[in-house]
T-cell receptor
Framework: GAGVSQSPSNKVTEKGKDVELRCDPI?????LYWYRQSLGQGLEFLIY????????KSGLPSDRFSAERTGGSVSPPTFQHTQQEDSAVYLC?????????????FGPGTRLLVL | GQNIDQPTEMTATEGAIVQINCTYQ??????LFWYQQHAGEAPTFLSY??LDGLEEKGRFSSFLSRSKGYSYLLLKELQMKDSASYLC??????????WGAGTKLIIKP
């Protein structure tokens, strides 16, 4: 079956521009996670959505990264006024209900390069 | 297509050694990652291999053979806290990460 998809695959942008990241979770999955992987480092948790609960934003590095859930859909995360340190691979993952026993399925990532 | 294969589940005994295998078929290769993920937590980076051979890091070692499209994660002196899922991921030529489904490791006393 179809897995988690993300777009764009690669994005090159100029410093100060806004960038929107898109993620389509596996059909039927209600929990959505965002992570960041910088070159040579491990995954860094950014934000988590589950159902209509308030999102867990504890991992967000700055207020320039925004993502909200309205109704049944999640708005694409947006990077505002990108900086060079935002260059990384951004990974989206989904799971069925967000419980601790569940496997997270990862998308291929969006490689963001800020010049 | 691109594919990562690893066993769904493995069981081992506390104090023993376990080897988790990962085979891959991807469009290009820019390195292979192993992550550990405890239930309810984000994955934790364990290792990164881009050249053939064995990388040792304490109780954990990771091996890569690019010609065979094969890697393994070796865990020695197993502890109960090692019970977790172990994720294999390969970065392809476009710097996209292709993920395996993870291997759930169960440690028994």
């Amino acid at each position: 079956g179809a897995g988690v998809s993300q777009s764009p695959s690669n994005k090159v942008t100029e410093k100060g521009k806004d960038v929107e990241l898109r993620c389509d979770p596996i059909s039927g999955h209600t929990a959505l996670y965002w992570y960041r992987q910088s070159l040579g480092q491990g995954l860094e948790f950014l934000i988590y959505f589950q159902g209509n609960s308030a999102p867990d934003k504890s991992g967000l590095p700055s207020d320039r990264f925004s993502a909200e859930r309205t109704g049944g859909s999640v708005s694409p995360p947006t990077f505002q006024h990108t900086q060079q340190e935002d260059s990384a691979v951004y990974l989206c993952a989904s799971s069925l209900e967000g419980s601790i026993q569940e496997t997270q399925y990862f998308g291929p990532g969006t490689r963001l390069l800020v010049l | 297509g691109q594919n990562i294969d690893q066993p769904t589940e493995m069981t081992a005994t506390e104090g023993a050694i376990v080897q988790i295998n990962c085979t891959y078929q991807t469009s290009g290769f820019n390195g292979l990652f192993w992550y550990q993920q405890h239930a309810g937590e984000a994955p934790t980076f364990l290792s990164y291999n881009v050249l053939d051979g064995l990388e040792e890091k304490g109780r954990f070692s990771s091996f890569l053979s690019r010609s065979k499209g094969y890697s393994y994660l070796l865990l020695k002196e197993l502890q109960m806290k090692d019970s977790a899922s172990y994720l294999c991921a390969v970065m392809d030529s476009n710097y996209q990460l292709i993920w395996g489904a993870g291997t759930k490791l169960i440690i028994k006393p």
